[in-house]
């Protein structure tokens, strides 16, 4: 028996009673219509205001929420339906879970971006309007998705053609190892996953101690780069977060061992931690911890609530 199937067959053996699932699907549907509300929210105010859509700093932050927002939709999709209907169709889960596994290695890919434009802010001050351009940001983030879809597809390709036709309709338990089932591309998603976590940290790292250095040599203006460490640090913190995405399965394993009578509560605490957490922090960077943009979100969300309490206000009482 694999990793997989030995995953499958312990939440089958231990599923939770009915009032525990329905706290924990509650749970979780709430904290995900909750920061799902304050992304959309935070998307309004950016497409509003021609001061942060022209702002390449603000169009990575927007890329990443709308990112973050279509993954928790997903993995909240999915922990619905293992409660619900247990096992779907190959092919949906299939799509699903090509969306998740994109929006999930899109995720580290952005936060490097973000972390390499407030290195170039403070180490390169003079050049950063040059080399920070919008459009040179936009053609960043086709090459974030591009690079997910070089890590991704060829699990879909391989299974293609390795997999029987009546495999593709079946129904399964959805998970990424139940789907992309060969040793081989669990193998490879493990390799992938290593890379991935070493050279995002070591990005992380030069940022930091190059940003640390330019603060302590500055004589003026160390403010600007204060804050910038201090958001590198926020980055690597939500970083580690969503990396721990990539050693997932062994933890699950690891928990699984240890606590097999409480399997599946161990399940949730590992999805709240490593699926939801990592979400709800990435409005605050930039959203609620940024001055300008918690300024102008502060303005439209009273705008919205005048509208919505006193119409009259803003449109003028009927004649």
């Known amino acids: 028996m694999n990793v997989?199937?030995?995953?499958?067959?312990?939440?089958?053996?231990?599923?939770?009673?009915?009032?525990?699932?329905?706290?924990?699907?509650?749970?979780?549907?709430?904290?995900?219509?909750?920061?799902?509300?304050?992304?959309a929210n935070l998307i309004h105010t950016f497409s509003k205001h021609q001061l942060f859509n022209t702002n390449p700093r603000y169009v990575l932050f927007i890329h990443l929420v709308i990112n973050d927002m279509i993954q928790l939709t997903v993995t909240i999709a999915l922990f619905v339906v293992s409660y619900t209907l247990h096992r779907i169709n190959v092919s949906l889960c299939c799509f699903f879970i090509l969306l998740a596994l994109f929006t999930t290695e899109n995720t580290p890919l952005n936060l490097v971006c973000m972390v390499a434009e407030c290195y170039v802010a403070v180490c390169l001050?003079?050049?950063?309007?040059?080399?920070?351009?919008?459009?040179?940001?936009?053609?960043?983030?086709?090459?974030?998705?591009?690079?997910?879809?070089?890590?991704?597809?060829?699990?879909?390709?391989?299974?293609?053609?390795?997999?029987?036709?009546?495999?593709?309709?079946?129904?399964?338990?959805?998970?990424?190892?139940?789907?992309f089932r060969s040793p081989q591309l669990i193998k490879k998603r493990e390799v992938s996953y290593t890379v991935f976590l070493v050279v995002v940290w070591l990005?992380?790292?030069?940022?930091?101690?190059?940003?640390?250095?330019?603060?302590?040599?500055?004589?003026?203006?160390?403010?600007?780069?204060?804050?910038?460490?201090?958001?590198?640090?926020?980055?690597?913190?939500?970083?580690l977060l969503c990396m721990s995405a990539?050693?997932?399965?062994?933890?699950?394993?690891?928990?699984?061992?240890?606590?097999?009578?409480?399997y599946t509560d161990s399940l949730f605490a590992c999805y709240i931690i490593i699926q939801v957490l990592p979400?709800?922090?990435?409005?605050?960077?930039?959203?609620?911890?940024?001055?300008?943009?918690?300024?102008?979100?502060?303005?439209?969300?009273?705008?919205?609530?005048?509208?919505?309490?006193?119409?009259?206000?803003?449109?003028?009482?009927?004649?």
């Open 4 to 39: 997989s199937s030995a995953n499958v067959t312990l939440v089958i053996q231990y599923q939770d009673s009915f009032t525990k699932a329905v706290t924990k699907n509650v749970i979780v549907v709430a904290l995900g219509i909750s920061i799902n509300y304050i992304n």
């Open 125 to 179: 001050p003079l050049r950063h309007a040059q080399i920070c351009t919008v459009q040179r940001i936009y053609l960043l983030m086709g090459l974030i998705w591009a690079t997910s879809a070089l890590s991704v597809m060829p699990d879909l390709f391989i299974t293609l053609a390795i997999e029987p036709l009546d495999f593709f309709h079946s129904r399964i338990f959805c998970l990424s190892d139940t789907m």
């Open 203 to 239: 990005t992380i790292l030069y940022a930091y101690f190059r940003i640390m250095i330019a603060a302590r040599a500055a004589n003026t203006d160390t403010k600007n780069a204060k804050k910038a460490m201090n958001t590198v640090l926020l980055h690597g913190i939500q970083l």
């Open 246 to 262: 990539y050693v997932a399965p062994l933890l699950k394993q690891f928990l699984g061992f240890l606590f097999p009578e409480n």
């Open 279 to 319: 979400r709800f922090i990435s409005p605050i960077i930039y959203g609620l911890r940024d001055k300008t943009f918690r300024t102008y979100l502060a303005k439209d969300l009273m705008c919205n609530v005048t509208m919505a309490t006193h119409p009259q206000t803003v449109f003028g009482n009927p004649s």
